[in-house]
């Protein structure tokens, strides 16, 4: 020991210096690594935007251009869904084939076969939802749009009500102090216009729904929907949008839907390759006729009875 070194303080050699430094290097380089791929996470999908920009009413209008223009939709695609029963915690799903019929006011039929067997239909109609779900489940769940609530819609593995928002996103009321009010933001990084709907509750505002629009060409690509204590109740990503047939080329709508509800866990993504105005004279509005009893289950539920 030194004469100069504290009681009990020990000297290392060189070598083991170096073998100490050796040692630690792999683990600094992981951090770095880590470090480095948390930034680039955070990083914008492409530049950000800082040039001009269209105010409101300008933007409802130009949406307002093409969104009005569409009467009817038929399709035809694929689907991927996790359907999980939100009471018994059942799950339904798979891989299949998909027909999707739709007419502006909320009107909106699904309908997912796997191996040429109907799995599930889901609708609605200016006045109810239902969604019907075969196989094990064997069951049909419904309501009216007007009494929807958080209690009743908590039954349903997917909200019909929901979905027709996302595989309908149409025109924009142009009124824009009428509730639900439009608010617009525009994110820099992402290049987008953001629209959020807000509502005056009893004590407070509160947002109902938010969507994305890319800036140059003004089509959708996210679609948020929020309950009454601003928790999502529906995420949807939308993409690859595409010519419908029928319509002037110019006009497009998504052709990918990519969708998730935190209530329940469950997953529903649909991918259209065959996009027409009508297939014959398919849909009118007798394409969304809420079955009632001729849905041919053995279980029917009121949600909001």
């Known amino acids: 020991m030194n004469a100069g070194s504290p009681v009990g303080a020990t000297h290392a050699s060189p070598a083991t210096r170096e073998s100490g430094r050796r040692m630690r290097r792999p683990y600094i380089a992981l951090a770095l690594a880590v470090f480095a791929l948390a ?90 939802y239902w969604m019907i779900v075969y196989d094990k489940t064997d069951t049909m769940w419904w309501g009216n749009h007007r009494l929807i609530d958080a209690k009743g819609a908590g039954l349903l593995p997917v909200r019909p009500d929901l979905l027709s928002e996302v595989l309908c996103v149409g025109a924009i009321n142009p009124d824009l102090l009428k509730d639900p009010s439009p608010v617009l933001r525009f994110n820099n990084d992402q290049d ?18 938010e969507v994305w629009y890319d800036r140059q060409t003004l089509l959708p690509k996210l679609v948020l929907l929020f309950d009454g204590n601003g928790r999502i109740v529906l995420r949807a990503y939308l993409s690859k949008h595409s010519p419908v047939e029928g319509y002037d080329p110019t006009l497009q709508i998504a052709s990918e839907y990519a969708m998730f509800f935190p209530d329940t866990g469950s997953t529903f993504s649909v991918t259209l390759k065959d996009l027409k105005r009508k297939s014959g004279n398919v849909p009118t509005l007798r394409s969304f006729n809420f079955p009632g009893e001729t849905a041919d289950v053995s279980k029917v539920i009121q949600v909001d009875e």
Do not use: H
Not at 72 to 80: K, P, Q, V
Not at 96 to 115: I, S, T
Not at 192 to 207: E, F, G, H, K, P
């Open 39 to 128: 930034c680039d996470r955070n990083k914008p999908a492409k530049d950000p935007y800082y040039g001009p920009t269209l105010p409101l009413a300008q933007l409802v209008d130009q949406i307002n251009q093409r969104n009005t223009r569409i009467d009817s939709i038929r399709a035809e695609g694929s689907f991927s869904a996790k359907l999980i029963d939100p009471e018994t915690k059942k799950q339904t799903g798979g891989d299949g084939d998909a027909v999707v019929l739709f007419m502006p006011q909320k009107n909106l039929r699904l309908v997912g076969r796997v191996l040429g067997t109907r799995i599930f239909e889901i609708g609605s109609n200016e006045d109810r």
């Open 192 to 209: 987008c216009y953001m629209l959020t709907w807000q509502v005056m509750l009893s004590d407070r505002w509160a947002v109902q729904k």
